[in-house]
């Protein structure tokens, strides 16, 4: 257990409709990254935070994909309108910034949607 | 921009004989590297990090790492396999001026055989 929770562990859900992620980092980690992992693939960045500040979104993140960290702290993923594509594990991770470049990144047990 | 090739999907050893996990790199800046292993229904797993003190990384489980530049390799290797090391590995990349987002390759599936 890494610290990183995350949840619901499995979704299922028909195309169409909305679902939300939450992610609760290590509480003292102000950086949290989400990822998306398919079958037989590496996981790939989707987006990221630093505290409440999302700085980078990836090209993957349609405008279907919206993800938030209000208070800086946990953090949800909500995905409108799911196609079947979207059927993958959602990963989500945090670390320390201290300017350091390699800093680890704890990885949450991930959320695995399926859409019918 | 960023990129991880792992050149091996698939390596199968038998217990107690070597492992090596191949991977190459490409990163228009001072990278740094890690391996990650995820076994099934489980989360990922830093194994080692390259922290640009040393070239040879030591990671957990006798796991190791050698940083080539001048071949931009960054090989995981054990001397003995063990059942318990069956997973999949990926090699990652990530760089300070990219957010230190990870950047994963295509993993390679290890199975050790009795």
């Known amino acids: 257990d890494t610290g990183v929770s995350q949840d619901p562990r499995h979704k299922i859900t028909k195309r169409g409709q909305n679902v939300t992620f939450r992610c609760d980092p290590i509480?003292?980690?102000?950086?949290l990254y989400w990822y998306r992992q398919t079958l037989g693939q590496g996981p790939e960045f989707l987006t990221y935070?630093?505290?409440?500040?999302?700085?980078?979104k990836s090209r993957l993140l349609s405008d279907r994909f919206s993800a938030e960290r209000p208070k800086g702290s946990f953090s949800t993923l909500e995905i409108q309108r799911t196609e079947q594509g979207d059927s993958a594990m959602y990963l989500c991770?945090?670390?320390?910034?201290?300017?350091?470049?390699?800093?680890?990144?704890?990885f949450g047990p991930g959320t695995r949607l399926t859409v019918l | 921009a960023q990129s991880v090739t792992q050149l091996d999907s698939h390596v199968s050893v038998s217990e107690g004989t070597p492992v090596l996990l191949r991977c190459n790199y490409s990163?228009?800046?001072?990278?740094?590297l890690f391996w990650y292993v995820q076994h099934p229904n489980k989360g990922l797993q830093l194994l080692l990090k390259?922290?640009?003190?040393?070239?040879l990384v030591k990671g957990i489980n006798g796991f190791e790492a050698e940083f080539k530049k001048s071949e931009t390799s960054f090989h995981l290797t054990k001397p003995s396999a063990h059942m318990s090391d069956a997973a999949e590995y990926f090699c990652?990349?990530?760089?300070?001026?990219?957010?230190?987002?990870?950047?994963f390759g295509a993993g390679t599936i290890l199975r050790v055989k009795s």
């Open positions: 991770a945090s670390s320390l910034v201290d300017y350091h470049p390699n800093n680890e990144q704890f």
């Open positions: 509480s003292e980690h102000n950086r």
């Open positions: 935070f630093q505290n409440e500040a999302q700085l980078e």
């Open positions: 990163s228009s800046y001072s990278p740094s």
């Open positions: 390259y922290t640009s003190a040393a070239t």
């Open positions: 990652v990349v990530s760089d300070p001026e990219y957010g230190n987002k990870l950047v």
